[in-house]
């Protein structure tokens, strides 16, 4: 059968039309990107070799350092706020009735399915100074004082951000570990509530513990999206108050498209494309990799 | 305990349900209302916001773009993925580790990352004034994922199948087409639902290479539509924010079970 299956045409009929648009479209475009770095480049016009000083210049300039501070800290907001968060949602989704559960499931899901442009815009509204949904609350219990303009202040705009980036994918989150939970056959956990541990200590003991292979993949999906952070800050800020608010992508975008230096755009993505090699493969190597066994 | 976490439960459901109450709410105010009545309920019910947003927000020729750019991707990530799974789940090709390592660096690379080549190759390719330049994009960084699904998914179908097909006479086209293709017919629902979410809220490409108002899909159009009409009037942004997410928001009551599982399909495969 293979004989009469595998022919040299026909493995070429099969693989050439995916292979041809994920090397042209995906694969490709980071060959001229390594070849433009180098270039002087306005967009329209090679204007000359200049060999790494792009990347000099990327790495002196002090938006490229706030950019990746913003960056991170939306990484870490994602990882050690965002995922617990996920985590207690998904345990907890678990405990409910089923009717319940199906509502909440919904609910969770609905910001994950706006799309991005109207999330953030309506958190706009919310941070706004005057009437605002978090100073009208502010003052109605009192706390004058802390009011302030959320997105305009160099303090509080970056945490503003990861609070609506937090709360689109929260739920969707739970989801994921959610579906990694009903795995888990019942017996395990079943057995130590018998032997009267609490519902804390299950959680911590048992299903966490056999959830690390769904945790990985939740992790390395929040980690590779908030790296690329973007929509929000174009919507809420455009990187403002001045540079405070830009991530890397925002930087590269800018750089690129506002100032037409595509030469020192393409550096700043050959630079983070690095990272992101760097970071995916760091998450692979601590994470778990055998595989579980029931 | 049990009232306290079914208390805990309606606080969370509504900090995620109120943003799209309050959104609701605002495209049923008019101008002076959304201001001295932001969060509450409508005290008039005004549906002149929504004719309004008609006439001034391109929504149909807006919705109709991304509507393209969804459907458009998700027949050439599935035909050309599903085909590529195959030959690399089937066919005795000596590069097949290699290519499935290959196509899963498509994982790793946000597409944010080359939008600079990208737009100069869209621009080189004369692409940039159809629909064209966006889908094969889009659809080049949908088939990392869908060809390593399909794959997984086509390895636990039995040989006997096609074996079958074969002492029929039928040949290898056919057999995909006619025998394959049905059966795998689940998988391809979860990856059309996965690449539909992806690309409808796709914002960062769309934003630099579909930059004629004539290809924009919903998401730039809307951010355009915003700074139009500036800071000023809410209830139309209410009422183009609603328009907008309407029939996303209808295909998930009607299919949310379904968009569900193919959601979370990756993390058990994983």
């Known amino acids: 059968m293979n004989k009469y299956f595998s022919t040299r045409m026909s493995i070429f009929v099969f693989a050439a039309p995916a292979l041809l648009l994920f090397s042209v479209f995906c694969v490709y475009p980071l060959l001229p990107q390594l070849w433009m770095s180098l270039h002087d480049h306005d ?166 513990p056999l959830l690390r292979y769904v945790i990985n993949y939740v992790v390395i999906l929040s980690v590779l999206g908030s790296m690329a952070f973007y929509s929000h800050v174009r919507v809420m800020t455009s990187g403002g108050p001045g540079d405070l608010s830009r991530t890397v992508v925002y930087q590269m975008y800018y750089t690129a498209f506002e100032t037409s230096q595509f030469g020192k755009g393409t550096a700043i993505a050959v630079l983070f494309v690095l990272e992101c090699l760097v970071i995916s493969f760091i998450i692979q190597r601590f994470a778990a990799r055998e595989k579980l066994e029931f | 305990m049990k009232l306290i976490t079914r208390a805990f439960w309606l606080v969370v459901a509504c900090t995620f349900l109120f943003p799209l109450y309050w959104m609701c709410s605002m495209s049923f105010k008019t101008k002076s209302e959304a201001y001295d009545n932001p969060f509450g309920f409508p005290r008039t019910w005004d549906w002149h916001n929504f004719s309004e947003a008609l006439s001034k927000y391109h929504f ?102 096609e074996e079958a097909a074969c002492i029929d006479g039928t040949n290898v086209y056919q057999t995909f087409f006619r025998i394959i293709l049905p059966i795998v017919v689940p998988a391809l629902v979860t990856q059309g639902v996965l690449v539909f979410m992806r690309i409808w809220n796709e914002f960062p490409l769309a934003f630099i290479i579909a930059s004629k108002d004539d290809f924009r899909p919903l998401t730039v159009g809307l951010l355009g539509f915003f700074v139009n009409v500036g800071v000023s009037d809410w209830g139309i942004i209410g009422a183009s924010m609603l328009l907008s997410s309407l029939p996303t928001l209808i295909i998930y009551l009607i299919g949310n079970e379904k968009i569900e599982n193919a959601l979370t399909a990756g993390a058990i495969l994983k």
């Open chain 1, 43 to 208: 967009g329209f016009r090679n204007l000359g070799f200049v060999g790494l000083d792009n990347y000099r210049e990327v790495l002196a300039d002090s938006s490229f350092w706030t950019a990746h501070k913003n960056t991170y800290l939306i990484v870490g907001i994602s990882v050690f706020l965002g995922l617990p968060l996920s985590m207690i949602l998904a345990l907890i989704m678990d405990s409910q009735t089923p009717n319940l559960r199906r509502f909440f499931k919904s609910a969770a899901m609905f910001p994950a399915i706006l799309s991005v442009t109207v999330v953030a815009q309506i958190w706009v509204a919310f941070y706004e100074p005057n009437w605002g949904l978090f100073n009208g609350i502010l003052r109605s219990i009192g706390l004058d004082s802390w009011t302030r303009s959320w997105l305009t202040d160099h303090r509080t705009v970056m945490p503003s951000l990861g609070l609506t980036f937090l709360w689109q994918y929260i739920g969707l989150n739970a989801m994921l570990l959610y579906t990694g939970i009903k795995t888990i056959p019942k017996q395990y956990y079943e057995a130590a509530l018998l032997d009267g541990a609490s519902f804390a200590q299950v959680s911590l003991r048992v299903t966490i």
């Open chain 2, 60 to 161: 149909f020729v807006y919705f109709k773009n991304s509507l393209i750019y969804a459907s458009g991707t998700i027949i050439v990530t599935l035909v050309t993925g599903a085909m590529l799974a195959y030959c690399l789940s089937r066919m005795q090709w000596k590069l097949n580790a290699a290519v499935l390592l290959y196509v899963s660096l498509g994982l790793i690379v946000p597409i944010e990352v080359v939008v600079i080549p990208l737009f100069q190759l869209i621009k080189e390719l004369h692409l940039k004034e159809s629909y064209f330049g966006l889908i094969l994009p889009y659809a080049g960084f949908s088939l990392s994922s869908c060809v390593l699904m399909l794959y997984a998914f086509l390895r636990t179908l039995p040989k006997e199948l």
